[in-house]
């Protein structure tokens, strides 16, 4: 398929292959960078990306921490204040 994909498009154009569901590492190696060695990075993010693979894996596992709000009412209207709020200091389009 890439085979007859570059004589469509040209000998200039680079085409990669990626696996579907797979994390692409390169984020991960851009934070760690910011925190530790070149060396250390490179094995953090590694490790990191590799935990968040098997992680999504999980379908029982959740990303986000969920915390119980209470009354649902309560937390409607505190993002509408916020909102309002929002709207008064930067004077964006009426709610």
Known sequence: ?????TGLL??????????????DEKPFLDVCKLRYSANE??????????????NLKNPSW??????????GA??????LQVFITLNHCF?????
């Open 1 to 5: 398929m890439i085979q007859g994909l």
């Open 62 to 71: 959740q990303p986000f921490k969920h915390e119980g709000t209470g009354d």
């Open 10 to 23: 040209g000998a200039e154009t680079d085409i990669g292959v990626k696996r579907m569901g797979e994390l």
């Open 91 to 95: 004077r964006l389009a009426p709610i």
């Open 74 to 79: 309560e937390v409607g209207s505190f993002i």
């Open 41 to 54: 990075a490179a094995v953090e993010a590694a490790t990191l990306c590799s935990t968040w693979q098997e």
